[in-house]
């Protein structure tokens, strides 16, 4: 019988994994969300290597995908520095508002550098679609709640 037609596997067969969703909205990234993606595929390729040295093939196997998909993602990237005398709110603003007496500040941001506890939102998530084209003082409905915009920064956020 021919080996095209056997099902078992042999040792050096990894089944193929599937790709990572790289979906279809622009991948706008502000500069530190740039040097991310960067430090991302450093940090997945010198994993590569050491699962490759420990001989882990499926650990090599998922670690190629992640990095084809952080290189993907950083020849798409598009950096984009918010108008610092802009008077709305744009993409990678910081936005301070006022919500039930107390003040959140929510910085805008692309995809892969949102992190929501840290006040990184994604511009495509609910609450940047409200708060872009927005000025100081305009009010906007987050949830359940009406929040009063109350500052709006154009300066960089290390994180």
């Known amino acids: 019988m021919s080996v095209a037609f056997v099902k078992e596997p042999n040792e050096d067969q990894v089944e193929a ?3 990572r969703d790289l979906g279809t909205d622009p991948n706008f ?11 991302e595929i450093a940090m997945n390729a010198a994993a590569v290597e050491r699962a490759r040295a420990a001989g882990d093939k499926i650990a090599v196997a998922m670690l190629h995908r992640d990095l084809r998909y952080w290189r993907a993602r950083r020849s798409t990237a598009q950096v984009v520095e918010p108008d610092a005398d802009s008077d709305t ?43 872009v084209g927005k000025e100081e003082g305009e009010s906007v409905r987050i949830g359940p709640d009406t929040a009063e915009i109350v500052v709006i920064e154009a300066g960089a956020r290390e994180g």
Do not use: K, N, W
């Open 29 to 39: 990234v502000t500069p530190r969300g740039l040097s991310l993606l960067d430090r």
């Open 17 to 19: 994994l599937p790709e």
């Open 89 to 131: 709110v744009q993409f990678g603003h910081a936005v301070g508002i006022r919500r039930r007496g107390r003040i959140e500040t929510y910085r805008i941001v692309g995809i892969d550098e949102a992190d929501p506890a840290q006040g990184l939102v994604s511009y495509l998530s609910p609450l940047a679609r409200q708060l």
